[in-house]
């Protein structure tokens, strides 16, 4: 029998997956910066301390590099967690990102055994060291020292003593050495050194921009292409992932947009097509209850970012399904050229997506139910209790935005399942996670799917760490299953709270 404890370790941990997944501590259109950061740091703290292993399994899950880089931080400050998890998600993060953690574990004096093998093992797994010592040259640097390494030839040189040498071997290396007195080498190196070397020489933005056009990279050449589109910087849209993509089209103006609607339409099918691999076409009958309104804005620092992401699902479902419709709040059928504005009129919305009969009811909204405010909840209610209590329907929210006050992602209605989204790729995988809120499900299946999912991880990172995993898993349950005395007496007045939710399920 499941006890009053396993529900609230249920809503824990998914309350905290969902803000791994969402926040980025970054200020938000109903939360400030300070208060998305400080809400998050609660989250962690408060997570790590009663669940400690299923903290560091949700490495294994879709949370973003922000959250997944403070958790390999307060694992290897306790010396806790699994050094191959830690290692296989390093290997996926970015690496400025990976830099800047070992540069806050050495300001931390964070310097145990296994941190310095964690790093000498990231180190030895870049493809080139040489090409991060010119673009990472300090942060690089800080983690040699750091971790106690030696590194032999011209890479230590170039790092410690570069006025040792006349000239360097490697091309990367010594473009970066003619750069100080050779314009003509600054093309040779990564875009974001060549800059500054292009300021130093007062080299002209244009000449500067179609010379170092060649050495961009994707993410470069999307964040450059409007600014630098008259020297000739175009994105490659085929390759952009489906929320990048929509960032990018929802930037240009409208007028841009109608005229380049065949191409930017195209692009974002093939990338919801990618996304959906061999998934597509398989969901049945959906429909979407898509947010448009003001605040799907977001904030100065992640501009259209709510709306990014819900044109991008609208795309990804429409490859999904087998039979698709997408309802805006806003009334429009035309997903390129929405835009934040209005109220938020959710109930009405879904209302109408209910009255399409489908199988699978997907609202990618900020959960700001405003007009009228709670008429959403209801409407959700009463279809689950009087008018389909079998659920034949399968309704889910996905929720692109962190609300930091609540600290979770804002929900519409207790018996329908909130998952928070970053990326439109992971949408699938959020459905699936997204039944352990239902109720139907439990801490046993919960901390079972944990450990198939890092399982997998291992699988990728290396032959035979899948079977590895799978001995320790029954292990690790069973040590996910063992409960700090108190746990409800500790969560105070969010006990009561997950009780009524419960109940309404």
Same mark, same amino acid.
């Given at each position: ?59 294994? &899950? ?174 490659? &849209? ?90 805006? &709040? ?115 299946? &919960? ?59």
């Amino acid at each position: 029998m499941e006890t009053f404890a396993d529900l609230i370790e249920c809503e824990d941990v998914l309350l905290f997956v969902n803000a791994a997944i969402t926040s980025t501590g970054q200020r938000e259109f109903h939360s400030t910066q300070a208060e998305q950061r400080l809400s998050l740091r609660f989250l962690h703290s408060y997570i790590d301390g009663n669940y400690p292993e299923i903290y560091a399994a949700t490495l294994a &899950l879709e949370i973003n590099d922000h959250n997944a880089a403070m958790i390999i931080r307060n694992l290897l400050v306790r010396h806790g967690g699994d050094g191959a998890l830690i290692a296989w998600r390093l290997s996926r993060m970015a690496p400025q990102r990976v830099y800047r953690l070992f540069q806050d574990l050495r300001r931390l004096g964070v310097n145990n055994r296994r941190t310095r093998a964690i790093i000498a093992g990231w180190l030895s797994g870049r493809s080139d060291l040489a090409f991060d010592a010119v673009k990472y040259r300090t942060a690089l640097k800080d983690a040699v020292r750091h971790a106690h390494l030696r590194l032999e030839g011209e890479l230590g040189d170039f790092l410690f003593a570069p006025r040792g040498r006349a000239r360097f071997d490697h091309p990367l290396l010594d473009a970066w050495r003619r750069a100080h007195y050779e314009k003509a080498a600054v093309y040779e190196l990564p875009y974001t050194v060549a800059e500054g070397f292009a300021a130093r020489h007062g080299i002209k933005r244009q000449i500067f921009m179609e010379r170092i056009a060649p050495r961009l990279t994707r993410l470069e050449r999307m964040r450059l292409a409007e600014s630098a589109r008259d020297q000739g910087v175009e994105p490659d &849209l085929a390759a952009m992932p489906l929320v990048r993509l929509a960032s990018y089209a929802l930037s240009l103006p409208f007028q841009t947009r109608a005229r380049r609607r065949t191409e930017l339409t195209a692009a974002l099918r093939a990338a919801a097509a990618r996304a959906a691999g061999t998934r597509a076409g398989t969901w049945g009958r959906v429909t979407a209850v898509l947010d448009d309104s003001f605040s799907a804005f977001g904030s100065v620092t992640k501009r259209h970012r709510p709306l990014a992401v819900a044109v991008a699902c609208h795309h990804l479902l429409e490859a999904l399904a087998g039979d698709y419709r997408g309802l805006w &709040l806003s009334g429009g059928d035309d997903p390129l050229m929405a835009r934040p504005t209005g109220p938020t009129p959710l109930g009405r919305r879904i209302v109408d997506g209910l009255e399409t009969a489908p199988e699978r009811l997907v609202i990618v909204s900020d959960g700001w139910d405003n007009a009228p405010p709670g008429l959403a909840a209801e409407v959700l209610r009463v279809w689950r209790a009087r008018l389909d209590p079998d659920r034949r329907v399968s309704i889910v929210h996905v929720n692109p935005v962190y609300d930091a006050g609540g600290f979770e992602v804002r929900r519409l209605a207790p018996g329908v399942p909130t998952a928070g989204i970053r990326d439109a790729e992971d949408l699938p995988a959020l459905v699936e996670l997204a039944q352990f809120a239902e109720g139907r499900t439990g801490p046993a299946e &919960l901390r079972a799917y944990l450990a198939e999912r890092a399982a997998e991880r291992m699988a990728e990172r290396a032959p035979g760490a899948a079977e590895r995993m799978g001995e320790r898993a029954p292990g690790v349950a069973e040590r996910m299953g063992e409960r700090a005395p108190g746990v409800a007496e500790r969560m105070g007045e969010r006990a009561a709270g997950v009780a009524e939710r419960m109940a309404g399920r």
